[in-house]
């Protein structure tokens, strides 16, 4: 009765024997096409520009084919201003436009051009897919994609559809929107494996281009949990974000890009700290600011860092399953060592104007529209880790023993290891943001969150403290110093990593690891591909505060039917300069794994999916051939 119940459901959907054929037919073939391009990245830590150069250029993909196909025909230069014309082409164009660059002539050469790209692009798709991805109500483009301008018999016919478009003055609309179909079928599925806030500023403008990417999966870093706390409702997580923005200069993401109002801080900052130099607080990075918007930023700086260690105490108060009671530092300060007004009475305890503050400063997080819209659509399209295609995705790693084994950690009145750690951790942080206002299991979910960001057995931070009071308040590396969890270490073993793997259910031999978090130091010959091949971190420093030790601009993996491959890219300058002068991130690409056949649809979980679909089908199909189901005509 339940299968019957479902191929009725089923029927609503494929109303006749010829609709479920149809299917079928077209489901089976499918399952022949070469296997999608999944593109993965990491630790884009608000580079915006950088980060959509890379979207745009689809970690050299689109290069690639250009060089395939015009290699022998086209100058160097030539293939740079195709290329340029492909990643940003409204841009590219007002730049041809200014310096009178264009003619008839010119964009019927650019035309020709860019539809070969678009061909080759769009080879290992459906015809259903490729017009899906095409604007609507643009019937002209979709006959220049699928026409074959070497067909002599309508050689014609293709030759005056582009003369009539640029007569017509729609070739700037055509350019932009085949540049379009070209970035979106680039890549089939994009896979970002955290941190993409903090540091640089434009972690809302990345989050921006995620929420309108076609096909993504996200696995959430400590600087990602930190602002989904503060967006919650965390006071001490509403503290760090403001912190760490504050510490890079970056203030104008949180004030500009949201909307987030800080003058209730500068104010109290100014009141209380209005004759110190914060020295210790000026931030690390000072681009386009003033010498009086710098003070501002430091004396804010110190106001808020003061209130997290506050709020931070009372958490570790609250769980002492955490085991964090080394970490009440704010108590132990010697007050006749600087200026701190607000620890005189009770050095833990909040006055009423920072009570103040952090009231106008919560109000602010959670009800901020578009921080609350971001960070739902990381709850929505993001998890501590994903199984997709035979490889385990996460962004830290996973609590081992200093012998290597799966660690047990107690933070719910139960011992969980391995997967049930992650899983548990995940179910508690869903429940921090969409539990019920006040009651005890959001507040136990948000205290959680903190965890996530900074506790020893966090499978997101990964080392044993994180030492922040102290490096705002001596300069002993020792003291400063944050030791890595032994995963970090024992990752470079492929037995350990197989048993990573058995844990969440992978067992074939090609299963992989594959992380962020870490940055890979190229500079001092660390490799990005461990374990034998068994694991891959794909953090190679995207932020700039990280290219001076890892000596590039990232590392971006590409897994497509031929095998994977990793680019290792120098760093970005500016969309304006890639305009300007055809600058495109140089990468250093290498297959770490070439297939012998190529990989099929049929090879992946999309694949197993469809031959899932098509079991339904048949049975439907089979209702309908023995009267079971009434056909609708």
Not at 8 to 24: D, P, Q, W
Not at 60 to 84: H, P
Not at 444 to 464: E, H, I, N, T, V
Request: one cysteine or more; hydrophobic letters at 40%; proline letters at 3%.
């Amino acid at each position: 009765m339940q299968t019957k119940k479902y191929l009725k459901l089923l029927a609503s959907r494929y109303r006749n024997i010829n609709e479920v054929t149809t299917e079928i037919i077209n489901l089976s073939a499918m399952l022949n096409l070469p296997k999608g391009t999944e593109h993965f990245v990491s630790d884009i830590h608000g580079e915006d520009e950088s980060f959509g150069h890379v979207l745009r250029n689809a970690s050299g993909v689109i290069k690639d084919y250009i060089e395939e196909i015009f290699g022998s025909a086209l100058m160097e230069s030539e293939m740079r201003s195709l290329a340029t014309l492909i990643y940003y082409p409204a841009e590219k164009l007002a730049h041809a436009r200014k310096n009178n660059e264009l003619s008839n002539e010119w964009y019927k050469i650019q035309l020709f051009r860019i539809l070969k790209i678009c061909k080759r692009t769009t080879s290992k798709y459906t015809r259903a897919e490729v017009v899906r991805a095409l604007p609507p109500n643009n019937p002209m483009l979709e006959e220049l994609i699928f026409e074959e301008s070497v067909n002599k018999h309508k050689q014609n016919y293709y030759n005056e559809i582009i003369n009539q478009i640029i007569r017509l003055k729609c070739a700037d609309d055509f350019i932009i929107q085949i540049a379009n179909v070209i970035h979106r079928l680039s890549i089939n599925h994009l896979h970002v494996l955290g941190d993409i806030f903090d540091r640089g500023s434009g972690a809302a403008k990345v989050m921006d281009i995620l929420q309108n990417y076609h096909s993504l999966d996200v696995q959430w870093g400590n600087h990602d949990i930190a602002w989904m706390g503060a967006a919650a409702g965390s006071d001490a997580l509403i503290c760090s974000v403001i912190r760490v923005t504050a510490k890079y200069a970056n203030l104008e993401t949180i004030e500009e890009h949201y909307g987030i109002n800080l003058a209730p801080l500068a104010i109290f900052a100014m009141e209380q700290y209005g004759h110190d130099d914060c020295a210790r607080f000026s931030p690390d990075r000072g681009e386009g600011k003033t010498e009086k918007e710098l003070d501002l930023i430091a004396k804010m700086h110190k106001a808020i860092s003061i209130i997290q260690f506050k709020k931070e105490a009372e958490i570790i108060a609250r769980r002492p399953e955490y085991k964090m009671d080394d970490r009440i530092l704010l108590d132990k300060i010697d007050l006749e060592s600087g200026h701190f007004p607000t620890l005189a009475e009770n050095p833990l305890a909040l006055t009423p104007e920072e009570d103040e503050v952090m009231e106008k400063l919560r109000f602010s997080f959670m009800q901020n529209t578009k921080l609350q819209q971001h960070v739902k659509f990381l709850f929505n399209r993001g998890s501590m880790y994903k199984i997709y295609n035979s490889n385990l995705l996460f962004h830290g790693g996973i609590p081992l023993t200093e012998s290597g084994e799966l660690k047990v950690v107690n933070l719910f009145g139960e011992p969980l290891a391995g997967m049930a750690l992650l899983d548990k951790l995940e179910e508690e942080a869903r429940r921090g943001f969409f539990g019920e206002l006040g009651s005890k299991k959001r507040q136990f979910g948000q205290d959680l969150m903190w965890y996530l960001w900074c506790g020893a057995d966090s499978p997101l931070y990964g080392k044993d403290v994180m030492t922040t009071f102290e490096r705002y308040f001596t300069d002993s590396s020792e003291i400063i110093r944050e030791m890595e969890s032994p995963y970090y270490t024992k990752r470079n073993n492929a037995e350990i990593c197989g048993m990573i793997l058995r844990e969440f259910g992978l067992h074939a031999s090609e299963a992989r690891i594959i992380n962020g978090h870490t940055p890979v130091k190229t500079t001092k010959g660390e490799s990005p591909v461990k374990a034998n091949g068994r694991l891959i971190v794909i953090d190679g420093g995207f932020t700039k505060a990280y290219q001076g030790v890892t000596g590039i601009a990232g590392y971006t993996l590409i897994y497509n039917s031929q095998g994977l491959l990793l680019s290792a890219h120098t760093p970005f300058v500016s969309i304006k300069n890639a305009v300007e002068n055809e600058d495109d991130i140089l990468s250093d690409t290498f297959y770490i794994e070439r297939e012998d056949n190529r990989k099929k649809v049929s090879d992946t979980d999309v694949g197993e999916n469809l031959r899932e679909k098509i079991g339904d089908l048949k049975l439907l199909l089979e209702a309908y051939r023995k009267g079971e189901i009434k056909e609708s005509i």
